[in-house]
């Protein structure tokens, strides 16, 4: 039987992480239209309302239900509002490793809710799911997502040279293909050993609670 993640909602004292619903699609179609998400990830430009639907209806429960990964919405606990949303993917439950990815919305971005986010996923992937390894990959380029990653406390492993697709706007408006590095990043259950402490000394968040 192949294994497969729960539908949960996690919190902390800033944000509810949750899986999307169709409420989310007019607020998933605008963050996904963003020139960064654009530029460093391979979400289809322009990003329409009815392909945030097809994703919430469609891809998002079909990751889940075969065991590949899981979609989380990112969300302000006071507000409700969609900060965001963290992904897992390419999962393998044999070795209890995952692979890690988090977007951010335009207008929520330098509050730290991406370092908050992905710290209360790797708790809860290393507690009540009992992985053992997290994988993050970075654009050479994307520093915004490698700060995120050491926040954390994530160890670098190396570069994979020339096995990343990023995107350019030419000058007619439209996106070319750039190849780049990928930088490959790691986090085991010890390294999460004073992350907390040094996000809420850092600035990354305020102090963080029990998470569920």
């Not at 329409?48 to 469609?58: P, V």
């Not at 590949?68 to 919405?73: C, F, H, S």
């Not at 335009?106 to 994988?135: H, K, M, N, V």
Request: net charge negative; with cysteine.
């Amino acid at each position: 039987m192949t294994s497969t993640f729960p539908n949960i909602s996690i919190s902390t004292e800033r944000l509810v992480l949750r899986p999307l619903d169709e409420d989310d699609v007019p607020a998933l179609a605008a963050m996904m239209n963003d020139e960064q998400v654009a530029a460093w990830t391979d979400v289809p430009q322009p990003f329409t309302e009815e392909a945030a639907l097809r994703w919430i209806g469609g891809h998002a429960p079909a990751e889940r239900t075969a065991g590949r990964g899981l979609d989380l919405a990112v969300t302000e606990f006071l507000t409700q509002r969609l900060v965001g949303i963290v992904q897992l993917s390419k999962t393998n439950w044999h070795v209890r490793a995952t692979e890690l990815s988090y977007i951010i919305a335009p207008w929520a971005r330098g509050e730290g809710y991406a370092s908050e986010a992905a710290l209360a996923t790797a708790q809860w992937l290393f507690g009540d799911q009992e992985f053992e390894r997290i994988e993050l990959r970075t654009a050479a380029g994307n520093t915004a997502s490698q700060q995120v990653a050491q926040k954390i406390g994530c160890i670098s492993e190396g570069v994979l040279r020339n096995a990343c697709i990023a995107h350019v706007r030419a000058e007619d408006g439209t996106w070319t293909d750039v190849r780049t590095d990928f930088i490959v990043w790691s986090l085991l259950p010890e390294d999460l050993d004073g992350a907390e402490e040094e996000l809420a000394d850092s600035g990354g968040y305020r102090s963080f609670p029990d998470w569920n």
